[in-house]
Nanobody
Framework: QVQLVESGGGLVQPGGSLRLSCAAS????????MGWYRQTPGKERDLVAS???????NYGDSAKGRFTISRDNAKNTVYLQMNSLKPEDTALYYC???????????WGQGTQVTVSS
């Protein structure tokens, strides 16, 4: 069983910062990609950022220049440092673990990020 536990969401003012954390537990294939997606009502779940077990990163357009993704492979934990937050960043942020070799995607329950003055 694979589980993802997210933390770090909350309410911040525009221009503020948050750091999201997600810890994966269970039997996890060595080669994987962990990342963050976000979703608002009526919209599809979109990539924020992802990072492979080898360290390669991918950022959605909304995150470039403001967010930084990192991971601790020993802990199977991924982090998302979010700076210069904007109201449009308000969304439910989901942690993901993707293991293409197994044909499996795993998702956390989501953590709410609200950016409002």
């Amino acid at each position: 069983q694979v589980q993802l536990v997210e933390s770090g969401g909350g309410l911040v003012q525009p221009g503020g910062s948050l750091r999201l954390s997600c810890a994966a537990s269970g039997i996890i294939f060595r080669f994987n990609t962990m990342g963050w997606y976000r979703q608002t009502p009526g919209k599809e779940r979109d990539l924020v950022a992802s990072i492979s077990s080898g360290g390669g990163t991918n950022y959605g357009d909304s995150a470039k220049g403001r967010f930084t993704i990192s991971r601790d492979n020993a802990k199977n934990t991924v982090y998302l440092q979010m700076n210069s937050l904007k109201p449009e960043d308000t969304a439910l942020y989901y942690c993901s673990l993707k293991i293409p070799t197994w044909g499996r995607d795993y998702w956390g329950q989501g953590t709410q990020v609200t950016v409002s003055s």
